[in-house]
């Protein structure tokens, strides 16, 4: 049964950083590709980043382009979210998940989710 645990959420200034790590557990950590899902109260669940298998391959949503970066390290089987300026719109339970399927950027391919990890910015 393949596991996902995030760390590194809290509570920050705006303007502020974190970095988020996703540990996966199982030995097909480098055939999934891996993305961070956020949702706020109220909010749908919404893909902000993703990283396709081999690591080269990203997507940002537009909310966070520039500020966030994804990175991956297979040997780890950790997904990483570098997040940078952060905003009071930023706050929201943060999930990693991993896609089992061809499509970075599609939900449904997104069979593995996590528990999440909560991030408050303050302003």
């Known amino acids: 049964q393949v596991q996902l645990v995030e760390s590194g959420g809290g509570l920050v200034q705006a303007g502020g950083s974190l970095r988020l790590s996703c540990e996966v557990s199982?030995?097909?950590?480098?055939?999934?590709?891996m993305g961070w899902f956020r949702q706020a109260p109220g909010k749908e669940r919404v893909l902000i980043a993703a990283i396709g298998r081999n690591g080269v391959t990203t997507y940002y949503a537009d909310s966070v382009k520039g500020r966030f970066t994804i990175s991956r390290d297979n040997a780890k089987n950790t997904v990483y979210l570098q997040m940078n300026s952060l905003k009071p719109e930023d706050t929201a339970v943060y999930l990693c998940a991993a896609a089992t399927g061809w499509q970075l950027t599609s939900r449904n391919e997104y069979a593995y989710w996590g528990q999440g990890t909560q991030v408050t910015v303050s302003s």
């Open positions: 199982g030995r097909t950590f480098s055939s999934y590709h």
